[in-house]
């Protein structure tokens, strides 16, 4: 498994196709899931994280709910309903960084893993994916 971890750029090949990113001091991790129409966002703080990825440190515990539902403002919630457009997606996952009160986009993964995000199911998340892939694999 790969995490991001601190590099000093004078110690790798320049020969090679380095993808690099600058470190960013944030307060906290964000991700949207997008499920359909519906986008659940949801925080971690950084505040405690031990390295610069917060999966190193991931408890991945049913009784433990690392990550808060975080509400989107209506610009932020409109950026994101028009990437998805643009991409014409309507499932997966964006990860972001929240760093001095703007969010910071990292990626896109179409994937989509979410059960991590409400693993009591305090959301409603499960509901909301069977409800989805039963329209869309299986419509009437």
């Not at 059960?115 to 909301?128: P, T």
């Amino acid at each position: 498994m790969l995490f991001t971890s601190p590099i000093n750029k004078d110690q790798i090949d320049p020969k090679y196709p380095w993808y690099l990113q600058e470190a960013i001091d944030a307060e906290a991790d964000v991700t949207v899931f997008i499920c359909g129409s519906d986008l659940f966002c949801f925080s971690r703080s950084r505040k405690d994280l031990i390295g610069l990825d917060w999966r190193t440190t991931d408890n991945r515990n049913p009784t433990v709910d690392e990550w808060t539902p975080r509400r989107l403002g209506s610009s932020e919630e409109g950026a994101i309903a028009q990437f998805c457009a643009e991409l014409g997606v309507t499932w997966g996952r964006i990860d972001l960084l929240e760093a001095n009160g703007e969010l910071l986009f990292l990626e896109y993964n179409a994937n989509g893993q979410w059960v991590f995000l409400d693993y009591s199911n305090k959301v409603g998340l499960m509901k909301k994916v069977l409800d989805y892939l039963t329209q869309t694999a299986c419509p009437k």
